[in-house]
C-alpha cells in the first residue's frame, strides 16, 4: 500500500480510532514509501501527461507512480489511471 493511500484513508477515520487503523494496516499490508525511484518515475509521468495536456491529480500520480516503480499491479476505483497503461502500469480497477 502506498503511503499516499495510507494517508487517504486514515484521514477518513475519526481521530480516536485513527492510531488503532494506522496499526492494523501496518500489520495487513507493507507500507511503500515515497523513494528515488518513486520521485523520478512520477516527474516521468508528469511530464508526458502535461505534455498532453492529460494530467491526472498528484495523488493519484504518486500512487501510480509507486506501483509502477515498485513493479506491482495498481488495484483502484480512478478510472484516469486508465491512462498510464500504456506507460506500463499493470491496473485493476474495482467498481
Do not use: F
Request: positive net charge; hydrophobic residues 40%.
Amino acid at each position: 500500500m502506498s503511503i499516499i493511500t495510507l494517508i487517504e484513508v486514515l484521514r477518513g477515520v475519526s481521530p480516536r480510532k485513527r492510531e488503532k487503523v494506522k496499526h492494523l494496516l501496518k500489520q495487513a499490508y507493507r507500507i511503500l514509501n515515497i523513494d528515488n525511484n518513486v520521485i523520478l518515475k512520477y516527474c516521468e509521468l508528469y511530464t508526458l501527461l502535461k505534455e498532453k495536456g492529460q494530467l491526472i491529480p498528484d495523488a493519484d500520480l504518486l500512487v501510480a507512480s509507486t506501483a509502477l516503480a515498485n513493479n506491482l499491479t495498481l488495484v483502484t476505483k480512478d478510472k484516469d489511471s486508465k491512462r498510464l497503461i500504456k506507460y506500463g502500469l499493470k491496473l485493476e480497477l474495482r467498481a
